[in-house]
């Protein structure tokens, strides 16, 4: 895998509306100005790529416009690292922007940059794990630097500052707290704490013991599912496809394969479906442990794990359950093709390589 460099204070970052358009509404801008002030805190210069803030109904119109900002961002040599603005549903639709475009690629490849982001993301996250450049599972813009609190939440805000260090190993550390999702993201919600809970469960062991190690590869579970099944747009599976976005199984041969669940917190009997999809296209018999992420909210906590511990029964896959990356609120970093290594006895995971070229 080809690694970026990691930040720099002074550095450029640029700020990109990949699928949803929301950060451009003027419902957002409350949460525009936060970001942008949080990222200035940490001594990064935000650039908010031409397009991004060009609203929902333009946005999911244009997907040439997304995609433009994209390929715009690795070609300006200034610009150091690329932060999502947060999810959505359609992200599939800008592959062939990218993944036919010569100068594009060439760029990725040559010229590496820290790419963050979650959810629907998980598409882009593919693509560059495809062009063989390490991207990472984590933090975005609304979510995470324009949280409505007086600041970041500190777990999330830890792991988003290991974008400027490079340490041979990063230990994820399971919070000792999780927060529930707002249902306010209104102005009057500056400045107002979320519920939070204690962490009662910590990471479970649902199956597994002594230590597994390989490179991290995965996402979140509904966006795997949508380009394997194409429940959700009819062109997305065959657009997937045509581009070969989901890995064969030769390639999570070996592999820790992390999941977990969007926003939408799937029923127990979507949940396993989307499981059993896996399954079939061999991806769960060819990994070597799989890390789950924690529910949001911990819907459906218990459910999910009977049906991971269900599907995998005859693969005798090791699980490693309530991990905090996802959809979950805090969150940390997972970097793709990164090495993971996994203490079931212990329940300890960790990075074991650097996560940047410097």
Partial sequence: MIKPHMLHVGDKVAVVSLSGGILGEPVAHHQLTLGINRLKEFGLDPVIMPNALKGLAFLK????????DLKQAFADESIKGIICAIGGNDTYRLLPYLLDNPTFIKNVKQSPKLFTGFSDTTINHLMFYQLGMTSFYGPNFLNDLAELDHEMLPYTKHYFQQYFQNEPTVEIKSSPIWYEERTDFSPAALGTSRVTHPEKHGYEVLRGSGTVTGPLLGGCIDSLYSILAGDRQADEKPTAEKYHLFPDKADWHGKILFIETSEEQPNPVLYRQMLLKLKDVGTLSAVAAIIVGKPQNERYYDEYKQALIDVTKDLHTP?????????????????YGINCQINFDQKIVKTVDPWFKD
């Fill in 61 to 68: 119109n244009h997907p040439e416009a997304r995609a433009d």
């Fill in 319 to 335: 699980i490693l359950f309530n991990v905090n990356f996802g959809h979950g609120y805090p969150r940390t970093v997972l970097p």
